[in-house]
């Protein structure tokens, strides 16, 4: 499926080179300016589409290891306070 493109406006589809893509993670690895910028090239209009479709794809893992992470906590607390409250009968 082949997405729509507003009048006047092209897609920049040209190959990503080795040098782009080594600035692109350097600059995702880093904490908070990592996340921003991976939102900034998800969603911008002017991003080179092969960018915006890795950083589409990132989010969406961060997003499972977050849910994976809160599912572990939440099972991990349970488990404590079931522990803990069995100690203090």
Known sequence: M???VPF?????TTPMSMKDWVITL???Y??????IMLIVWAFD????????N?????????LIGIGIAI????????????VMSSIES
């Open 54 to 62: 890795w950083a589409k794809a990132s989010l969406i893992w961060m």
């Open 2 to 4: 082949e997405q729509q």
């Open 30 to 35: 880093i904490p908070l300016v990592g996340l």
């Open 71 to 82: 599912i572990i906590f939440v099972i991990f607390m349970s488990v404590f306070m079931g």
């Open 45 to 52: 209009s002017n991003t080179n589409v092969n960018k915006k």
């Open 8 to 12: 006047g406006q092209q897609q920049d």
């Open 26 to 28: 350097l600059i995702s």
